[in-house]
T-cell receptor, first 116, second 113 residues
Framework: EAEVAQSPRYKITEKSQAVAFWCDPISGHATLYWYRQILGQGPELLVQFQDESVVDDSQLPKDRFSAERLKGVDSTLKIQPAELGDSAMYLC??????????????FGQGTRLTVV | DQQVKQNSPSLSVQEGRISILNCDYT??????FLWYKKYPAEGPTFLISISSIKDKNEDGRFTVFLNKSAKHLSLHIVPSQPGDSAVYFCAARTQGGSEKLVFGKGTKLTVNP
């Protein structure tokens, strides 16, 4: 069964360092999402891509976060510099298009980030 | 403001009984609703969904009910099994625009043997 792949699964980084996460969506899925989930909260959208274009990054802290999906396939989310409050689970999801509207989004296993 | 609300942080039921998880929303532009299940240290797994033009959708032990006038939906699990113990998230999608999913805070379900 096709899956969304994310790496690394876990990351510990020091405050003020740079950190990057990688996501490979399900093959053929045009829409890719990066969500952040803080413990006890629901996932919150950081950025959404349609192919290689950003369609929603209204909640992305652009002073320190960046995201790209250069060829419209895999994607990288970067934080520079990391802050203690960035400790969270970072989730990537993808959904299909294929001439009809997106329905459910499929999530990867996430990257658990701890900033110390 | 929270557009999707799950007011019960936790729910505990006995194996074999019914679990009912509730979700309320405020945005009348939502046209599609989904339930996700999440185990610790894993990503959410899609469970079941319902379009705003329907009031019920059933898939095996899982049924989702939608009451548009009350802006309320619920997930019924019958019979509940210990393996159903997880955090359940309600999510909603807005028609048009970016079609992003908005999530509730989740309800932790514990099914006791």
């Amino acid at each position: 069964e096709a899956e969304v792949a994310q790496s690394p699964r876990y990351k510990i980084t020091e405050k003020s360092q740079a950190v990057a996460f990688w996501c490979d969506p399900i093959s053929g899925h045009a829409t890719l999402y990066w969500y952040r989930q803080i413990l006890g909260q629901g996932p919150e959208l950081l950025v959404q891509f349609q192919d290689e274009s950003v369609v929603d990054d209204s909640q992305l802290p652009k002073d320190r976060f960046s995201a790209e999906r250069l060829k419209g396939v895999d994607s990288t989310l970067k934080i520079q510099p990391a802050e203690l409050g960035d400790s969270a689970m970072y989730l990537c999801a993808s959904s299909g298009r294929g001439g009809r509207r997106n329905t459910e989004a499929f999530f990867g296993q996430g990257t658990r980030l701890t900033v110390v | 403001d929270q557009q999707v609300k799950q007011n019960s942080p936790s729910l505990s039921v006995q194996e074999g009984r019914i679990s009912i998880l509730n979700c309320d929303y405020t945005n009348s532009m939502f046209d599609y609703f989904l339930w996700y299940k999440k185990y610790p240290a894993e990503g959410p797994t899609f469970l079941i969904s319902i379009s705003s033009i329907k009031d019920k959708n059933e898939d095996g032990r899982f049924t989702v009910f939608l009451n548009k006038s009350a802006k309320h939906l619920s997930l019924h699990i019958v019979p509940s099994q210990p393996g159903d113990s997880a955090v359940y998230f309600c999510a909603a999608r807005t028609q048009g625009g970016s079609e992003k999913l908005v999530f509730g805070k989740g309800t932790k379900l514990t099914v006791n043997p």
